[in-house]
């Protein structure tokens, strides 16, 4: 579990984010960043960095370990503390809230701006590095590969997703990304998952929810990870979010994730309202929503 570094945030002093970023630098070459490199690093002085590394360990913000040398590294709150305060120096917002959700690979919050919003932290390589390193696009020519790494271009790819998808698609808006953390529009709802769909609407909010992979098909996206956990039910309809595994549609594997989507979120209708939602032909429904093709999907909702 990773703690929330809010609270910590007002402790820290610019030269402890000097600190944390100059650890995050050397994390570029090494896991494990030697103490003697800090300084060049961070821009601090030998004894301030000493200082620091004190204060910063307290917090819980990085760790040491010591064995051909005394090295640091950031944990997931020091990244976070980075991340937060870009946002906070560049006013994309101004305080910090309740717990929104925590997700497989993410923790996300509520926080102030304008009005509220949601700031998610991708924890990618956090929870499974392993997997992350055997996939091929996060890894290519890099030899050394951190969970910053991961993490952050979990970030941007959902940022572009939902950039290149926000407004024709119903995703949340995107507000603004940093490191491994994205800033977007706060989506009141509740999941599909905890929803009890009253008799007529369960075949509308299916048919919605395929309109709006259709709709993403059609400026070029696949979601990927299709399921009742992420999409959120509101009276004013629904909102498909967790986008950063989402790929373009001209990815070899698209029609396959197309149809694993369709299937999924058929499949959970099907599986919760047995009486609403019959047997579905899956390959028709998701040729018909790759061509943009409505038509087949309304047969299929109204039957
Ligand atoms: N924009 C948002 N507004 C409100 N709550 C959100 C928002 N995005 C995510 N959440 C909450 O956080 C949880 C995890 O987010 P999600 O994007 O699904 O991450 P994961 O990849 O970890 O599943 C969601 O199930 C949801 O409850
Ligand atoms: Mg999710």
């Known amino acids: 579990m990773v703690q929330n570094v809010a609270g910590v945030l007002p402790e820290l002093e610019p030269e402890d984010y000097h600190l944390l970023s100059g650890i995050e630098q050397g994390m570029r070459f090494s896991e494990w960043v030697a103490k003697e490199k800090i300084p060049k690093f961070s821009r601090l002085t030998t004894e301030d960095v000493e200082y620091r590394i004190d204060r910063c360990l307290d917090r819980e913000l990085i760790e040491r370990k010591t064995i051909q040398y005394e090295g640091y590294t950031l944990k997931f709150e020091g990244y976070d503390a980075l991340a937060l305060h870009s946002f906070a120096e560049r006013d994309t917002i101004s305080g910090f809230g309740a717990s929104l959700g925590v997700g497989k690979e993410s923790d996300v919050y509520e926080v102030q701006s304008y009005e509220p919003m949601a700031l998610k932290y991708h924890r990618e ?19 050394h590969v951190s969970w910053l790494y991961t993490a952050r271009k979990a970030a941007e790819r959902e940022y572009e997703a939902l950039e290149a998808l926000y407004p024709q698609v119903s995703v949340p808006r995107p507000v603004d990304q940093n490191r491994h953390a994205i800033v977007m529009e706060k989506i009141d709802g509740v999941e599909l998952s905890q929803t009890k769909l009253e008799d007529e609407q369960v075949r509308p909010v299916l048919g ?54 369709i299937e999924n979120v058929v499949g959970y209708f099907r599986r919760k309202y047995p009486q609403h939602v019959g047997d579905a032909d899956i390959e028709a429904l998701a040729s018909a929503i790759a061509e943009g093709s409505y038509e087949t999907v309304e047969k299929f909702i109204e039957r």
């Open 125 to 143: 390589g956090y929870t499974n590095f392993r997997e992350v390193m055997k996939e091929r696009d996060y890894t290519s020519d890099r030899e």
């Open 208 to 261: 919605l929810i395929l309109r709006e992979l259709r709709d993403a098909y059609a400026e070029g996206r696949v979601h990927a990870d299709m399921s009742e956990y992420n999409v959120f039910v509101a009276e004013s309809g629904i909102t498909i979010f967790d986008w950063p595994q989402s790929v373009p549609t001209d990815h070899e594997n698209a029609d396959e994730f197309l149809e694993r989507d």
